[in-house]
């Protein structure tokens, strides 16, 4: 016996009804809403969508992506859950799509723009990053760091570790009263590391460019206790290996990690002949007039273009180091000596150095303790210097008379185009002739480099508005 078509529809779905006693046409039909609310009179979806639904679910037992036609394949990626595996995602997916979607849901900021607009890059550069932030010596096992390693290292080129971690304070080992904030003084009995050991990883990055490390512990608000932020010798005698072994780095900065001379001497002892490096930043640590001679043997020894050591304790002595290998560099073009000491002598030997000089072209020195004989100095190495546009002098007392000399300096000097002269005592009339052959150089260099000419303008007179 045939069923009736009403008998045949889905439980819990009704028909539309019409009344007995409705005229043909007569009445609106009534309708009953059905009982599953996802149930819709829509097609069983096609065979083909089924399968790739199947796919999507299994993907993790059995990854088949590449074998799809493009279509397919772009409908799986955009529907896979960024929960998969690394092992499975990270060297069989390059769309960057996934990425995105993989980076957007872990991270509330993502400037893609500063990892060469690939999102892959900065989900394993973030992804690393955050397991050597969190590495605790002698807890966490090196296997989740070398486990990475196989599926990130065609994709990290940068590394900013802002944070490392001490190894977990043993309270049978270590008593209040005792003296020593450095767990490598205490012999055999203390931790095997006292932080994370670069030596495991950096040589095993083809691409990596630039590390950017910071030895201390982030938001420790009242666990605070120094050697939360202590740089041992056994670490830094790690890190010179593991820089020395890293033949592709470029930039290496280490900030706010107390490094001292002796430390400054074992890392730059490591970087003598590197191959690549070209930038190096010691801001904000302890460096004085020894590890500054270690630097200056390392200018003339390697391919240094950017060298940075602000906020240290450089003094004359440091500072005429750096000016002897600076007389001879054909590479360095920028030197931030900023909040240094290096007076009256080191301002004059890094003037003299500058006349031989043809290579530099940013000069901060900034907060040194200058005065009105460094201006003189430097008055006279600005006019047989051609190479050198921005330079800063920044509180310093070079005084009234100083900053005429820097004045009649300027007049016979067309390549500077910066020169901050702020807290410096200078006259007004001095800042602001100085400002004007400033702009008349600007004016200049951007004519050259546009390609047009300009008949030179005197420098002790205000440029038109006009220009």
Request: some cysteine.
């Amino acid at each position: 016996m045939s069923q009736s078509p009403s008998s045949r529809r889905p439980r819990g779905v009704y028909a539309p009804v019409r009344p007995a006693n409705a005229a043909a046409g007569g009445q609106k039909m009534r309708s009953v809403i059905a009982e599953d609310p996802e149930w819709s009179l829509a097609l069983v979806p096609l065979l083909t969508t089924l399968c790739l639904q199947h796919i999507i679910k299994h993907f993790e037992e059995n990854p088949i992506l590449d074998e799809l036609k493009p279509k397919y394949k772009a409908y799986v990626l955009q529907r896979l859950p960024t929960s998969l595996s690394l092992n499975v995602t990270a060297n069989l997916i390059s769309d960057e799509s996934y990425w995105k979607r993989c980076c957007e849901g872990r991270w509330h900021l993502c400037d893609v723009s500063t990892y060469g607009n690939s999102w892959k890059r900065m989900f394993f550069e973030r992804h690393l990053e955050g397991i050597i932030e969190l590495f605790i010596p002698d807890a966490t096992d090196t296997k989740t760091v070398l486990d990475l390693v196989p599926l990130c290292r065609n994709y990290v080129k940068r590394l900013n570790v802002s944070q490392l971690l001490p190894p977990i304070k043993d309270p049978t080992r270590f008593d209040e009263d005792d003296g020593s904030d450095c767990a490598s003084d205490m012999g055999s009995e203390g931790p095997s590391l006292d932080h994370f050991d670069f030596r495991i990883l950096l040589d095993k990055l083809p691409n990596l460019e630039e590390l950017n490390v910071a030895y201390g512990v982030k938001g420790c608000g009242m666990n605070f206790e120094w050697n939360l932020f202590e740089f041992t010798f056994r670490d830094c005698e790690s890190l010179a290996k593991a820089l020395a072994s890293c033949k592709t780095l470029q930039v290496f900065r280490i900030h706010r990690s107390k490094v001292d001379d002796d430390k400054c001497c074992m890392l730059v002892g490591q970087l003598l002949d590197h191959p690549s490096l070209q930038e190096l930043d010691f801001s904000h640590n302890h460096i004085s007039d020894r590890g500054a001679r270690a630097i200056g043997k390392l200018l003339n020894r390697s391919q240094l273009k950017r060298l940075v050591v602000c906020n240290n304790q450089i003094r004359a002595s440091g500072a005429q180091a750096l000016a002897h290998a600076l007389g001879k560099n054909a590479n360095l073009t920028s030197l931030n000596l900023r909040l240094n000491r290096i007076g009256d002598e080191g301002g004059q030997a890094l003037a003299q150095a500058l006349m031989k000089n043809q290579t530099l072209v940013n000069l901060h020195l900034g907060g040194n303790k200058m005065t009105e004989p460094t201006a003189v100095a430097l008055s006279q190495a600005l006019v047989e210097n051609w190479t050198l546009k921005s330079l800063n002098l920044s509180n310093n007392k070079l005084g009234v008379d100083g900053g005429k000399l820097l004045e009649e300096a300027m007049s016979h000097n067309s390549s500077l185009v910066e020169c901050d002269i702020r807290l410096t005592d200078v006259a007004q009339d001095s800042e602001y002739c100085i400002a004007q052959a400033l702009r008349a150089n600007q004016i200049q260099a951007a004519r050259k480099k546009s390609g047009t000419t300009m008949i030179p303008m005197p420098k002790s007179e205000p440029v038109p508005a006009s220009e």
